[in-house]
């Protein structure tokens, strides 16, 4: 469609000035308007300091207040005060949106028992610093006490990714790991005792896995120089229930060690030891945990089984075994199957074959009754041993 030759070219109207008035209006409009934000600077830099209301100031003035609020936070978490941490937390936040300040917030969520608001402060402290391997380090531990090891592997995972050489992350990575197989190993279990043989070796062929792979993470966070005493201890665990037992003792040891009152060291180094065939210091090491646990019932059970079953006769002592044994059982309220074949086994070793037939009998039934396959195939015949008046 043609243009009308009356209207106004846009180009051309482009170039014509603005009129005189016009020109004159804006040159006054733009002389006021610096002039009144010369003398609002002026005003702001020689006033009194209470009197100063610039944003600068107020921006200066709230950053100032980051550092305070932090530490009051920081301080707060170390006496337990978690509301009084977060809430110095949201104050360090308001005046400084920082990734420390999220993180730390996090964990006073964590301590409330608030998981899913720590993990929403979690995800703003990496958005703020991807780079931040604290955050998955703790963010993953959090998961792994949720009961959500898949997920902790992930946030493992991610610090790995940024921090390759972190021996924490390596041992935090293990541990999930670990969780995974247990949960393997509980598959394995359950199919087993529902004879379903298929099953049963699909989970057998992911424990392995499992294993193998927190084998490789325990043995990664060795060569980045990780060193604590927790982290010798599942070390050792896992050795032990690998059999790789001369390994498995030497970690162990150095738990110990390194931490003399952590019982589960000692316990567990108590039950490689026996495994070695070094009684005595099998017998030292579940005393050292009865020592720092009076009442805990697997070494009580460990403990009288060696004393009822020892190669060396000197260190054998069938009457403390069925005390250690007794103790084991009242512990547990009878109901543990493999404490009452103990008990069974400790009033054999004592000649007091009537009692050791009917606590066996106890242990079957009981094996029965949470049905216990494996267990059942050992206890079995050796209620047949002590209804011939044998022992083993």
């Not at 009356?6 to 308007?33: H, R, T």
């Not at 995974?180 to 043989?197: L, V």
């Not at 404490?339 to 009033?347: G, K």
């Amino acid at each position: 469609m043609a243009t009308s030759s009356n209207a106004p070219d846009p180009e051309a109207a482009a170039d014509i000035p603005p009129s005189k008035p016009l020109q004159i209006f804006l040159l006054v409009a733009l002389l006021v308007s610096g002039a009144a934000y010369v003398a609002d600077e002026w005003t702001q830099l020689y006033a009194p300091h209470h009197e100063r209301p610039d944003r600068l100031h107020r921006l200066v003035e709230s950053r100032s207040e980051y550092p305070s609020h932090m530490e009051a936070g920081i301080t707060a978490l170390r006496n337990k005060q978690y509301d009084k941490a977060a809430e110095d937390f949201r104050l360090a936040l308001q005046a400084q949106n920082s990734g420390e300040a999220h993180y730390n917030l996090a964990i006073a969520m964590l301590k409330l028992s608030r998981p899913e608001e720590a993990a929403a402060q979690f995800r703003e402290a990496i958005k703020l610093n991807p780079h931040y391997t604290d955050v998955y380090l703790t963010w993953g531990q959090a998961l792994l006490d949720e009961g959500k090891p898949d997920e902790a592997a992930h946030a493992f995972h991610e610090a790995l990714r940024i921090s390759p050489n972190s021996g924490a992350a390596h041992f935090d990575l293990a541990l999930a790991t670990l969780e995974e197989e247990k949960a393997a190993a509980a598959e394995q279990r359950s199919a087993e005792t529902d004879g379903r043989s298929a099953d049963a070796a699909t989970a057998g062929a992911k424990v392995e896995r499992w294993q193998t792979d927190a084998l490789q993470q325990f043995a990664q966070a060795q060569r980045c120089g990780f060193d604590r005493s927790d982290f010798w201890l599942s070390y050792g665990r896992l050795l032990a229930a690998l059999r790789k037992d001369a390994e498995a003792e030497s970690y162990l040891r150095k738990a110990t060690l390194d931490k003399p009152e952590l019982a589960e060291a000692h316990f567990a180094l108590a039950g490689v030891e026996r495994q070695l065939g070094k009684e005595a210091d099998a017998i030292a090491q579940y005393q050292a945990t009865l020592a720092l646990r009076a009442d805990d019932p697997a070494a009580l059970e460990g403990l009288g089984l060696l004393y009822a079953t020892a190669t060396n006769a000197d260190l054998r002592s069938p009457k403390m075994a069925v005390q250690l044994a007794t103790r084991a059982n009242d512990a547990t309220t009878a109901q543990n199957p493999r404490f009452l074949d103990t008990l069974a086994r400790c009033y054999a070793a004592d000649g007091d074959f009537l009692q050791a037939q009917n606590w066996e009998q106890q242990a079957i039934h009981r094996a029965e009754q949470i049905r216990d396959v494996p267990l059942l195939r050992e206890l079995r015949p050796r209620a047949t041993l002590f209804n011939q008046h044998k022992t083993e």
